[in-house]
Nanobody, 126 residues
Framework: EAQLVEIGGGSVQAGGNLTLSCVAF????????MAWFRQTQEPGQRREPI??????????YRNSAMKGRFTVTRDKVKNILHLRMSSLNSEDTATYYC?????????????????WGEGTLVTVSS
């Protein structure tokens, strides 16, 4: 069974940048979809989709609300998905999750993801 592990969370000052990584273990990394979500600690908040990429890299799906500040890249050799975040502000404070689906993003993203990591906390201080 696939296992996803997020790495790179922590504290960052407002205006700064941070890169998260998602290492996929046991995941067939030749097809499907991988994505990043986040969830704040406010009661009732759902996981918010950030960006997704088809494994064959034919398409990238971005949440326009992020205003281009979040970029996804994939290391094919090491089987790692990166999320580069820039110009961070306090509203970006959240737990960030990596997710994967066995179907293309057009079918599985955002509500049909099959695997989830446990998340990594990012705290942006002003």
């Amino acid at each position: 069974e696939a296992q996803l592990v997020e790495i790179g969370g922590g504290s960052v000052q407002a205006g700064g940048n941070l890169t998260l990584s998602c290492v996929a273990f046991g995941y067939v990394y030749n097809s499907g979809c991988m994505a990043w979500f986040r969830q704040t600690q406010e009661p009732g908040q759902r996981r918010e989709p950030i960006v997704a990429i088809d494994i064959d890299e034919t398409r990238v799906y971005r949440n326009s609300a992020m205003k281009g500040r979040f970029t996804v890249t994939r290391d094919k050799v090491k089987n790692i998905l990166h999320l580069r975040m820039s110009s961070l502000n306090s509203e970006d404070t959240a737990t960030y999750y990596c997710a994967a689906a066995q179907v293309d993003c057009g079918m599985g993203y955002p509500y049909g993801m099959d695997y989830w990591g446990e998340g990594t906390l990012v705290t942006v201080s002003s």
